[in-house]
């Protein structure tokens, strides 16, 4: 056998170590980035889902808009916060005016309150009745 000097041999292995260390650390870089673009994919999957899902909005009964509070209206499309207040805030004017009548006789009659057009009167009427 040949007499190879002991400062070689530890240099030859320190060598090796650090090219196994390198492997395991390209290795490990490389499932990171794997798992990392699966939980991506996995997290975009479940919100497209989520948004298809509330896309349509479902009521168990219709709403009648001379007597339904804002926590119902705000449910409709197009219907936020602000709307829902109008809504009532009209509805409660109109009864000011003639107390035996009701404030929207048609999906047609809530374009009196301000920020609802004939679109979005239009797209509400399924979710509506007047009683």
């Known amino acids: 056998m040949r007499d190879v000097p002991d400062y070689m041999v530890s240099d030859n292995i320190i060598q090796r170590a650090e090219v196994r260390q390198s492997r395991i650390q390209s290795f490990a870089f490389v499932i990171s980035v794997c798992v990392g673009a699966l939980f991506s994919i996995g997290f975009a999957v479940s919100s497209l889902v989520a ?7 479902e009521l168990d009964e219709r709403i009648n808009p001379n007597d339904a509070p804002i926590a119902s209206m705000v449910r409709l499309p197009g219907i936020g ?3 829902a207040e109008a ?3 009209c509805r409660e004017d109109l009864s000011k ?4 009548s009701r404030a929207f006789q048609s999906c047609y009659d809530l374009q009196k309150v301000r920020g ?14 007047f009683e």
């Open 81 to 83: 916060i602000g709307r």
């Open 116 to 129: 609802i057009g004939p679109k979005t009167a239009e797209n509400i009427s399924e979710w509506l009745k």
């Open 87 to 89: 809504i009532v805030a």
């Open 51 to 57: 948004v298809r899902e509330a896309g349509g909005i």
């Open 97 to 100: 005016e003639d107390s035996n």
